[in-house]
């Protein structure tokens, strides 16, 4: 008796980490795909494993591997804890071509190969000869109104420098708004090394016609040569540089255009889990995943399932990512629904659809997938019929008469289960009051810190960038220290005029009484550089981070 009650125990233990181990992921990917002979290109690896190191050795036969950095991070899902490690290492060439980065070794999972094609070496010139030179890159110069442009803005330096600022003016009738961080790699110019800052924008030009990019500008501080400074010359020197402006010619939107708007470059769909099979009354999992070209994860479309004759659908929040591949913006989307299929036989899911605009073959899309087939096996239950869709309630479960266990299905006699069950119970109710308790307090430490500071900076930009005005009440009744979204308060607390009338055009138009063109034009241009209170100081311009030399 005693072995069948730790056979069970060691049971129920596998029941509960088996869910937890079935998500474990893992996956490895470039910042870019292509890139020139000489320069370096970062490989990421993302695991929820926890691993200090990765065994970089089978890259070093093609590679020059230097600089790893780790970052962790902790979030909650539907209730449940999820830790990821982030590893990123430089990696540099030896040779050109069509590179394979081999399977890497991550704790008890495997990434997957990955090509990089390394082209020879750049022809470009590095400006004559220049010690310092700035470059602005668009991947659309014939863009649409409304369209996600990617706007590279790199600085080249082969001088040391202590400190430095990387500035870039937004053009008229368009909106620009810089997305992620700064990189920082070495490539080769005419045999000669050049320390590069790239920075990525996103531009959403407004109006069609011709939009001029103002070019990036540097200035900064470099350190003189040893003969400078020993005759005078001091330490230090000034230096700036700008890049020429760029010329995009916006085209209007077709009149052919369907509603809504979604011009890309590409689009893509794709099942990541496809089940096959089913039991009538247990839920299966379909993951779904959504790459768009050319767009960011706030422009992409609702991922949905139609509704299910003999099925309830029941849909999980969307995770959705904003990535620059080769310079290029790109968006990705997954979301999973969970099918409760009420009765045996095939159920058939009808896959989801997307219509969009091709932005590079001026036509209209719609990228759809293929159905799902799933083979039902009758239920040991019986349910009750009930109407699919994602707001459904799952049916109840009713026991039929018939189904009570003979002697000869039992396992164990009654009381080893009732044992059992007061076992899984106590487990499963400290478990989840421990994730209610690490939840509540999670909960409560997102409270207290959004009370006590402020938005970042960018919180601004980026919600004038998407024209949603109810972000745009949200940050600026937070940047202005008030507790609810009271606007009137923001009128008075903001030191310049046109910044006023902007908010009373934004209550109007928020409100049904106004133009909202009007008003998100007139947000974006009074707001341009930030909120101006009465009480606070003028917040000083963002400066690059001192670059120092290799």
Do not use: C
């Amino acid at each position: 008796m005693r072995r069948a009650w730790q056979a069970g125990l060691w049971l129920l233990l596998a029941w509960l980490v088996l869910p937890v181990q079935a998500q474990a992921q893992t996956r490895a990917w470039l910042d870019r795909s292509e890139i020139a002979f000489g320069e370096t290109v970062a490989l990421n690896i993302e695991t929820d494993q926890s691993v200090d190191a990765v065994d970089y050795a089978p890259l070093q036969k093609q590679f020059d591997v230097a600089g790893q950095t780790l970052r962790r991070s902790l979030e909650w899902n539907n209730g449940r804890r999820r830790s990821r490690t982030l590893l990123a290492v430089g990696l540099r060439p030896r040779a050109p071509g069509v590179l394979t980065i081999p399977p890497l070794r991550v704790g008890a999972a495997t990434t997957e190969p990955l090509r990089l094609v390394v082209r020879p070496p750049a022809a470009l010139s590095a400006n004559a000869g220049s010690d310092l030179f700035v470059e602005t890159d668009v991947d659309d110069a014939r863009p649409y109104v409304q369209q996600s442009v990617g706007v590279t803005v790199r600085l080249n330096y082969a001088l040391p420098l202590q400190s430095g600022e990387l500035t870039q003016d937004p053009p008229d009738n368009a909106t620009l708004q810089q997305i992620g961080e700064d990189r920082r790699y070495t490539r080769e110019l005419d045999g000669r090394r050049y320390r590069v800052v790239e920075r990525h924008y996103l531009l959403i030009p407004e109006r069609s016609g011709t939009l001029v990019i103002p070019g990036a500008r540097f200035s900064g501080l470099r350190d003189s040569d040893m003969f400078s400074s020993l005759f005078g010359g001091g330490g230090r020197q000034d230096v700036s540089v700008a890049a020429p402006a760029r010329r995009l010619e916006v085209r209007p939107i077709p009149a052919t255009a369907i509603q809504p708007w979604l011009p890309l470059r590409g689009l893509s769909l794709r099942y990541l889990r496809k089940p096959v099979q089913a039991r009538a009354g247990e839920a299966v999992q379909v993951e779904i995943g959504m790459t768009a070209d050319g767009a960011t994860d706030v422009q992409l479309p609702a991922l949905e399932l139609g509704n299910v004759a003999g099925a309830q659908i029941f849909a999980d929040p969307a995770q959705t990512d904003t990535r620059i591949v080769d310079g290029k913006l790109q968006a990705s989307l997954r979301r999973v629904f969970s099918l409760v299929p009420s009765r045996g036989g095939r159920l058939t899911v009808p896959g989801p659809s997307v219509v969009w605009w091709d932005a590079t073959a001026g036509q209209a899309r719609t990228t759809q997938l293929p159905p799902l087939l799933l083979e039902v096996a009758p239920g040991n239950v019986a349910t009750a019929p009930a109407a699919s869709g994602p707001n459904a309630t799952p049916p109840p479960v009713l026991a039929t008469a018939d189904e009570t266990p003979s002697s000869s299905d039992r396992l164990w006699p009654p009381n080893l289960w009732t044992v059992a069950a007061g076992v899984a119970g106590a487990l499963l109710l400290a478990v989840l009051g421990g994730l209610l308790w690490r939840r509540r307090a999670a909960r409560h430490a997102v409270v207290d810190r959004d009370a006590s500071e402020p938005p970042a900076p960018t919180s601004l930009s980026r919600a004038l960038a998407n024209g949603d005005f109810a972000k745009i009440s949200l940050v600026l009744t937070r940047q202005a220290g008030l507790a609810a979204d009271d606007l009137e308060a923001v009128v008075a607390r903001l030191d310049e005029q046109a910044q006023r009338d902007a908010v009373v055009l934004l209550q109007s138009a928020q409100w049904g009484g106004g133009s909202a063109i009007e008003a998100r034009k007139a947000l974006r241009a009074a707001f341009a550089g930030g909120a101006r209170w009465k009480d606070s100081a003028p917040k000083a311009a963002e400066l690059l981070p001192p670059l120092y030399p290799m």
